[in-house]
């Protein structure tokens, strides 16, 4: 009997520092949030990194992600479940986020999925381990935070292996682009429908984690190519591991360089290529982290140079 009453009293211990951590994200109290975790926390987070270690550094990063929904950010758990023995303890929950002002200052919530260590120090629980994750789409390697306990089965309004906005290229032989997509950029899981005609009505093909999608010239419908236009108004842009690389790569396939890669005042490593369909594509690497009064000052010199 006096082990259960023990149990239940760290488990309810444990319950109250969960209830304080979210009371203070939802104040973005980081004072009270640095309260709640041990000095050697090693923090999985969803968000910017794989691993965080030291309550001053996941500090740092909390302070960088509160900023970022100025609006304020509010937790829920769900399935909620607390277990506690000696000095040790762990909660497991379902976790909703939303928060206001996030991105285009519109409000945004999601589910994830939270596992948190808890260790006994001085006669006081604190987080010694927190763990936040989100399923993921194997195909196109894009996280599922549109994902709820609460919906109902059926298809996703968005396709898990699609972005909010694609890219869809009309091309003079959509169907060789096909293949010099795949041998240019790594492109891959390409789908295709042909129409009565034999030639490419719709095609999809992913490059990295995002869909471009494809369909042949066809006046008719007034889908016309860079080709008949005499030029394109529109680049796609390419991140990718290392921008020189692939810009040989892509001229290697029969891309023509527009403008070979250099360092740029923004921060990427960045050229310019134009495939053989009409299309500009730009490739970039980001190398370097540069902040908005030291951008607009290089942006000035650059175009004074």
């Keep these: ?59 740092a990063h909390w302070k960088t992600c509160l900023q970022m929904c100025p609006g304020g950010v509010r937790f829920t758990f769900r399935d909620l479940d607390i277990q506690a023995a000696d000095d040790l303890g762990y909660a497991h929950a379902l976790l909703a986020c939303e928060a206001d002002g996030c991105g285009d200052g519109g409000g945004n919530s999601a589910w994830s999925r939270m ?12 987080i ?24 109902a089965a059926g298809p996703s309004p968005v396709p898990v292996d699609m ?5 869809h290229l009309v091309c003079r032989d959509a169907a060789g682009a096909i293949d010099f997509y795949q041998r240019a950029f790594g492109a891959h899981g390409a789908v295709r429908l042909d129409g009565p005609d034999g030639k490419l009505a ?41 921008a020189d690389a692939a810009f040989e790569r892509a001229i290697q ?7 070979p890669p250099a360092d740029m005042f923004w921060g990427d490593r960045y050229g310019v290529v134009q495939d ?25 010199q650059f175009a004074g140079a």
Excluded: N
Aim: glycine share 8%.
């Design 1 to 59: 009997m006096e082990s259960k009453e023990k149990a239940h009293d760290a488990q309810t211990a444990i319950r109250q520092v969960l209830d304080e951590w979210v009371a203070a994200v939802g104040r973005q109290d980081l004072e009270a949030l640095a309260a709640c975790y041990a000095q050697d926390v090693v923090a999985y987070d969803a968000i910017m990194a794989l691993r965080f270690e030291g309550r001053d550094r996941y500090l």
């Design 115 to 126: 596992t948190t260590g808890f260790r006994r120090e001085a006669g006081r629980w604190v």
């Design 128 to 151: 010694a381990h927190e763990h936040f994750s989100f399923p993921f789409d194997p195909k196109s390697g894009k996280a599922l935070m549109g994902l709820s306990p609460d919906a």
């Design 163 to 167: 972005h909010a906005v694609t890219p």
């Design 202 to 242: 719709h095609g999809c093909l992913w490059i990295g984690g995002s869909a471009v999608m494809l369909t042949e010239e066809a006046p008719a419908r007034q889908a016309s190519s860079p080709v008949t236009l005499g030029g394109t108004p529109v680049f796609l842009h390419l991140y990718v591991a290392d």
């Design 253 to 259: 396939a029969g891309a023509t360089a527009v403008m």
């Design 276 to 300: 053989p369909y009409g299309h500009r594509w730009s490739i970039a690497t980001h190398v370097r982290d540069v902040g908005p009064e030291e951008m607009r000052a290089a942006m000035t």
